[in-house]
């Protein structure tokens, strides 16, 4: 079957790609199906940042390297953990600044909800969700 693009058009559509591309967070993206969904989303376009605990740093840069050099989109590291509010608000705040938005999160864990309670609150401009 044919390319859509040429070779010439496929420079140019890497370029606005780029320009255009939306951002996820994918939490536990050091291995298994976190790794699988961070490098999913690659393909499909976004770039990722992939957040891991600082025991999976070395896989963490595994995966980083693997995007970069097979995906025409960013990745980015940052180390911490989901159930500290300090290293969310970094996490949300490293994103935003390295890659310029954020559109998914990706919790891969049972602290789901506590993640996607920040990222609410972040969006609607409240910094961390108020207790009512």
Not at 6 to 27: F, P, Y
Not at 88 to 93: F, G, Q, T
Request: cysteine-free; hydrophobic content about 35%; proline content about 2%.
């Amino acid at each position: 079957m044919p390319s859509r693009h040429s070779e010439g058009s496929l420079s140019a559509l890497s370029s606005k790609m780029s320009e255009t591309s939306r951002v996820a967070i994918v939490t536990g993206s050091g291995q298994g199906i976190g790794r699988a969904i961070a490098v999913r989303l690659a393909k499909d376009g976004y770039d990722v940042a992939l957040f891991d605990l600082p025991s999976n740093e070395a896989q963490l840069e595994t995966v980083k390297t693997e995007i970069s050099k097979e995906h025409a989109t960013k990745a980015i590291s940052v180390l911490g953990d989901v159930t500290k509010e300090k290293d969310v608000e970094s996490l949300v705040a490293e994103t935003v600044q390295k890659l310029g938005s954020l559109d998914a999160v990706r919790v891969n864990n049972t602290v789901q909800n506590h993640v996607s309670q920040f990222v609410k609150s972040f969006r609607s401009g409240r910094w961390w969700p108020t207790q009512e």
